[in-house]
């Protein structure tokens, strides 16, 4: 029963985006596979904000710290093409920047 272990998962996390990979076999049986929300998700949540700039570089949207990315970076290391926890909180930090947030210490 995939389909029921897929809307409870779905359920607990109501209105938070999860993408899915579904596969469908020839013999019409199907597999999918449930990844974590995307990082501008969990960016959004950790500033606080509802969308990022409209004009990155030249307006700022907010401001997000060092140990918030790293949080979220622990989050989506199964997702990210990453060796270790450095190097995928500076992929995370590049799409905070992206959105016009300031990164800062703490």
Do not use: W
Request: charged fraction near 25%.
């Amino acid at each position: 029963y995939p389909l029921r272990r897929q809307r409870q998962m779905c359920i607990r996390d109501r209105g938070t985006p999860l993408p899915t990979v579904i596969t469908v076999y020839q013999d019409k049986s199907f597999t999918f596979v449930t990844k974590t929300p995307p990082a501008t998700h969990f960016i959004k949540q950790a500033a606080g904000i509802t969308s990022g700039s409209k004009m990155t570089g030249r307006e700022v949207a907010g401001k997000i710290t060092r140990g918030q990315l790293r949080e979220i970076a622990e989050k989506k290391m199964k997702d990210l093409n990453a060796n270790d926890l450095d190097a995928a909180t500076k992929i995370i930090e590049g799409s905070a920047r992206a959105m016009g947030l300031n990164v800062v210490e703490g």
